[in-house]
């Protein structure tokens, strides 16, 4: 098979739901490194702190990746927002403060979002190693949530959905 498309992934054009694509991931990996940024410094527990930075620490990847993505291929990645000024947690108006508990439930519907975000992103990709990129980001989030998920559990953070505590006898149909 030869054609535009029979080489190298890499050196094989992108096509517009992938750079649109990319744009939005990046796009949106910088409004979430800024709200990140925020959790940081209203966060109280230690834990909750460390796994911010992780947050932080996975969102910086998810934007160099695909700004480089982007810049290689011709096109202007979005704008960095500039970075939160440092706030102590003492000097939070408590009113104005988010609680431990909100920053989690955040965090994990964030993590849940971008596990969607990527697995649409890979699903419309026919680049292997744009898929492959997005399903890293997959298997980064992934392990990013579980944690959150046993901080929740720990703290008792965690509301769950109705829970089914009695088996039922089943209904004859």
């Not at 982007?70 to 500039?82: H, I, R, S």
């Not at 408590?94 to 909100?102: K, Q, V, W, Y």
């Not at 890979?122 to 898929?131: K, P, Q, V, Y």
Request: charged share 20%; hydrophobic share 45%; aromatic share 8%.
């Amino acid at each position: 098979m030869s054609g535009v498309l029979s080489g190298s992934p890499k050196e094989e054009p992108l096509h517009y739901g992938e750079i649109f694509g990319l744009w939005q991931f990046s796009a949106s990996a910088k409004m979430a490194l800024s709200a990140f940024q925020t959790f940081h410094y209203h966060a109280g527990d230690r834990e909750l702190k460390e796994i911010i930075d992780d947050f932080i620490d996975q969102v910086h990847r998810e934007i160099k990746a695909c700004d480089k993505l982007l810049k290689v291929n011709g096109f202007m990645a979005p704008p960095q927002l500039p970075d939160r000024p440092s706030a102590r947690l003492e000097d939070i108006p408590a009113g104005a403060r988010f609680t431990d508990p909100e920053i989690a439930a955040a965090l994990s519907a964030s993590a849940a979002a971008g596990l969607v975000v990527c697995s649409q992103a890979a699903g419309m990709s026919i680049r292997e190693d744009l898929g492959a990129m997005y399903m890293k980001f997959h298997s980064q989030m992934t392990v990013l949530g579980l944690a959150l998920l046993h901080l929740n559990k720990k703290k008792g953070w965690l509301v769950p959905p109705p829970l089914q505590l009695k088996s039922r006898e089943p209904v004859p149909v």
